[in-house]
Each structure stands twice: as C-alpha cells, then as structure tokens.
C-alpha cells in the first residue's frame, strides 16, 4: 500500500492523479502546506527538504513528484502510463517529465515564492517576469500539441498529468495555459477522466479547475 503525504492543489497533485488513474491502492496524509505541515519534525524525517510530495511504499521513501511518477509507471507498467524501455516513445517520455519539472515548474516556484529570491519592492516585477518565460513555454508546448492529442501522440501519459498540473498553475495569471487551443483541448480531455475528477472531489478543489 502506497502513501502519498499530499497538499491540495500542490505539487502532490501530478502523483496523486497518477495513483488514481493506476487505480492502485494507496493512502493519502494531508500534509498541508498553508498550515506548515510540511515543516513538522515527522514529516521532515521523511522528507528533510520540507517540500510536498513524499511517496512511502514499505521501506522505500521518494519526494520529488517527476521521481514518485516514474517510479510507480515502473512499479505498473500494465496502467500504460509510460511508453516501455524499448518503445520509440521512451525518450521524449523522460524528456517531458523532466522538462516539465527541471524547467517549467522549477521557473513556477519563482512566481509562486518570489519573496525567497528578491526584495518585497522587486517581487510583482520577478512575478511578471516568470509569467511571460513560462507564457513561453506553454506556447512552444501548444503548438506541439497542434497534431497530437498528448504529449506522445495518441496516447495519454504520466507526462500528460504532470503537464496538466504545471498548467493548472498559470489560472490565476494573466497568462493562462488553458486559453492555449490545443493544450486547452487537452487539458479539457485529462480533466474530463474519471481518477482526475476522483482526485479533484479528495482534494476539495473548485473551479477555476485549470
Ligand atoms: N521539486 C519538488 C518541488 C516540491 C515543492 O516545491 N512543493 C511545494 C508545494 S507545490 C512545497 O512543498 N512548498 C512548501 C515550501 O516550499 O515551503 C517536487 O516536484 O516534488
């Protein structure tokens, strides 16, 4: 039995909608966030880096949310969440997963804590900043999607849920991902499966959805 520590709406959100659409059984401890949780001493002996996720499966402890999804695509191959080693697909698979964490969600966490990187006085200058860099990316990310369903192609992924999560992040800018005609289209059709509204209704989370 997997246990995901998860914060709603957090990045915890990638895994969780992974574990549900794996349909695999798994518990969820609200470690939240907004209440500092994540810096209490019995979290923090899981996760030292204070940060949500943290995936426990029996002795095996994993955060990070790009590590926790590949690691259960390997652990349930048979969900298809994951093109196989072999596959074609395989390496734009690992490409996405971790451009989407090493690259946009990593230039997310800048609007998200721009107190952590400069003085109050610069901060809705950095936030501006970070909302058109990643406006930039979801752009090129769109006209990717302009001849494919997903990221891969036909076939939905892990990548897919993780792209969706980052996306989710940019509804309250004035740069939304969802006003992106294809990569709206798709996060119209993720939003639309039955582990992600599963996930939403858990998480307690209202619309704006994405
Ligand atoms: N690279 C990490 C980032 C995790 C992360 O920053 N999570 C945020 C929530 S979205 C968090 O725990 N923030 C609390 C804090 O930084 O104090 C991952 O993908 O798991």
Not at 127 to 153: C, K, N, Q, S
Request: aromatic share 10%.
């Amino acid at each position: 039995m997997y246990t995901l520590y998860h914060s709603p709406s957090s990045a915890s959100m990638a895994p969780h909608l992974l574990l549900r659409e794996l349909g695999v059984p798994h518990e969820l401890v609200l470690t939240s966030t907004d209440a500092g949780d994540h810096r209490r001493p019995e979290y923090l002996r899981l996760n030292p880096h204070a940060r949500v996720p943290t995936l426990v499966d029996g002795d095996t402890v994993i955060y990070e949310a790009t590590a926790i999804g590949l690691y259960l695509c390997e652990r349930h191959p048979e969900g298809g969440f994951a093109p196989p080693i072999e596959s074609p697909f395989r390496g734009d698979f690992l490409k996405w997963m971790v451009y989407l964490t090493n690259t946009v969600q990593a230039e997310l966490m800048l609007y998200f804590y721009p107190e952590r990187y400069v003085p109050e006085a610069q901060t809705a200058a950095l936030e501006a900043t970070v909302v058109d860099r990643v406006a930039g990316m979801f752009a090129r990310i769109d006209a990717h999607l302009a001849d494919r369903p997903y990221l891969l192609g036909d076939r939905i992924s892990a990548a897919d849920l993780y792209l969706f999560m980052v996306s989710r992040w940019t509804r309250n800018t004035t740069k939304k991902a969802r006003d992106l005609p294809h990569l709206g289209a798709l996060l119209a059709r993720v939003m639309a499966r039955p582990g992600v509204q599963e996930a939403y209704a858990i998480e307690g989370i209202v619309e704006p959805y994405y």
